[in-house]
Nanobody, 122 residues
Framework: QVQVSESGGGLVQAGGSLRLSCAASGKMVSVTVMGWYRQAPGKERELVAKITRGGLIDYADSVKGRFTISRDNAKNTVYLEMNSLKPEDTAVYYC????????????????WGQGTQVTVSS
């Protein structure tokens, strides 16, 4: 079974920093795109940042210059360094990974973590 697990959320004051980590584990053949989404109360889930296995990165405009995504391919782990946090960054942050598994047939699928709460106080 494949699992995606996040850690590192918490409560921080505005202007502070947090680092999120996410690891994919289990019977995997390959992991391509890994990324972070977030969902604030009453809002739709939105992309925060994503990174390909080769290091191509895409950020939401709202986090450019403040957040940095990185990954360790050997560990199937992705990180999100969040600086200059604002109250509007408060949300549940979800990790996602596009993973190839082989059971009966090779299958690419997006796996999601359960989410980690980030709360930024003003």
């Amino acid at each position: 079974q494949v699992q995606v697990s996040e850690s590192g959320g918490g409560l921080v004051q505005a202007g502070g920093s947090l680092r999120l980590s996410c690891a994919a584990s289990g019977k995997m053949v390959s992991v391509t795109v890994m990324g972070w989404y977030r969902q604030a109360p009453g809002k739709e889930r939105e992309l925060v940042a994503k990174i390909t296995r080769g290091g191509l990165i895409d950020y939401a405009d709202s986090v450019k210059g403040r957040f940095t995504i990185s990954r360790d391919n050997a560990k199937n782990t992705v990180y999100l360094e969040m600086n200059s946090l604002k109250p509007e960054d408060t949300a549940v942050y979800y990790c996602t990974a596009n993973i190839l598994t082989v059971d009966r047939l090779p299958t690419w699928r997006d796996y999601w973590g359960q989410g980690t709460q980030v709360t930024v106080s003003s």
